[in-house]
C-alpha cells in the first residue's frame, strides 16, 4: 500500500501520524514545495515580532519524524493523474499512489493594484515572507498595511516592533466590522493608537509608486499620498485549487469533502483550508481556514485512508489570537448574522470575571475584559472573550455541545446583567449533568 500525501502543514502532517497508527507497514510519501516543511504557521506572527524565536517554530523533533518512517519529497506535485492513480512531480516523474491527500492549503490573495510586484511589497504567508520582512524592515522607516483582519493586525505589530513607522489602511469606518461589533473595533484601534499607529479610515489604496524598483509612496483613491518603504498586505485568502482543475474532482470554494474527507474520488481525500467540510450547525459546506480543524482533518482523513473508519465532526469554529496585544478568543458565529433571530449581547469590563466559582482559575492582570454573547433561541451559537480568558473554555464547550440555555435565557438578557456570573455558574451545573 503506498499513501501519498500532498502538502507538509499540520493536515499533512497529522495524516502521516494517523496513518501510522493504523498501517505501520504501508509506505508513505510526503511531497512538499516549501523548503522549510513542516512549521507553526501562526507562529509566524509572533516571530516577526521577536517573540518567538527560530527554533520554536519547529515543534517536532528529528526522532519524531523518524519514527513515523516515511519519505519526504521537497517537490512540486504539478498534476494528478486520476486514470493512472498516480501524481506529475515537478512536471516530470510519475509517482503512484493507493490512497492520495490534498492538504495544499491556501494561500494569501494578491494585492491588485499598480505597483504590487515593486520590491518592498510584502504578504506573511510562510515562513520566506517573514524572513523577507525581517530581512527589509528598518528601524525608523515606513510602512503602510492593506487589509482587514487578524493578519494585517499581526503585520502592524510585527512591523512596529522592529522599529518601523506604521499606517494602517483601513477600507471601512472601523476594524474588522464583519466580526467585532462597534465597542470591540475601538477597542483595538485605541490600542493601536496608543502605540503608535497611523489609522485611515475609509482609505482605498490606488497605486504603489517606486524608484528603481523598490516602494517609494502609494497614493489613496483621495489623492493622498503617504511616503514609505514598504507595503505589507493581507486581503484575504483562497485554497489552492489549481491542481484539481482538470482532474474532475468536485468542488465550491474549496474541495467538497463527505465526512470520512474523502473526495468524490474514493481514493482521494482532502484535508486542511483545502478542503470544503459540512457544517452541521449551518446545514452548508463551509472552509475553515484555522489551525485546530486542519489538523483535525488531518487525521481523520489518514485514519479512512488507513481502513479506521472515522467521521470528521465540524464543531463551533475556536480561535485564539491577539488583536492589539489583547488575547481574544473567537467563538462560532459571532459576526453579523442574517438571523434575525440571533440577538448579541456585550458586556465591558467588571469585576466578577475574578469572581467566579472555584472550580474556574481565576485570572486578572488585564486591562481590557470584554465578553459578547450570541444568543440562540436555546442555545449559545457565539461568543467574543477579550482579555480575561477564563470563560472562553467554557463557552466553547457549550457552544460546541449546544447547551439549553433556558435556564437563564432571560436573565442574560437582561440590561446590566452579571453575563460572567451567569455562565459561570451555568457552566458549573451544565458540565456535571453532561459529565464533562
Ligand atoms: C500568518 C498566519 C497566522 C495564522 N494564525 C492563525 C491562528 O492564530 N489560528 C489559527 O487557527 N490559524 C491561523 N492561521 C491559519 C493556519 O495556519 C492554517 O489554517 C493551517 O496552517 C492550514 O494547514 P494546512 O495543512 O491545511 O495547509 P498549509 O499549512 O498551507 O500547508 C500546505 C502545504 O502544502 C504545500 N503545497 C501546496 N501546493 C503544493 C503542491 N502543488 N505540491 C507540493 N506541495 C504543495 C505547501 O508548501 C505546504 O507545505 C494562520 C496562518 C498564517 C499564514
Redesign the pocket.
Known sequence: MRYVI????????SAVEAIRSVDTAGEIVM????PF??Y???G??YYLTGELPDKALFPRTKEHYQNLNFNFLK????RILRSDHAVLVDGKSKLSYDKLLI??????MPLEVSGASLDGVVK???LTD?RHIMSLARRGKTAVVVGGG??AL?LTEGLLARGMKVHYLLRGDRYWSNVLDKHESHVVEDRLKEEGVILHHKAELKEITGKRGRVSQVTLQDGSIIKCEMVAYAVG?SP?L??IHESHLAKDRGILVNEQLQTTDPDIYA?????QVYDPLTGKSVL????????E??RVAGWNMAGRRAAYLKSAPF???RLAGLTTTIIGVVGRGKDDDLIGIARGDSETWRELPEAIIAQSGFDVNHMRLMVGEKTLVGAIVMGDQTLSWPLQKMIAGRADISSIRDRIMQPDAPLADLIAQFWMTWRTEVAL
Request: net charge negative.
Open positions: 500532498i502538502g507538509a502543514g499540520v493536515a499533512g502532517l511531497i512538499s514545495d516549501d516543511g513542516y507553526s504557521r501562526p509566524l506572527a517537490a512540486r506535485v504539478t492538504a495544499v492549503g491556501a494561500r494569501a506573511l504567508d510562510h517573514a487578524i493578519t499581526e485568502i489552492c489549481e491542481l484535508a486542511g483550508d483545502v478542503a475553515d481556514s484555522l489551525w485546530n480543524p486542519a489538523r482533518q488531518g480561535n485564539v489570537t
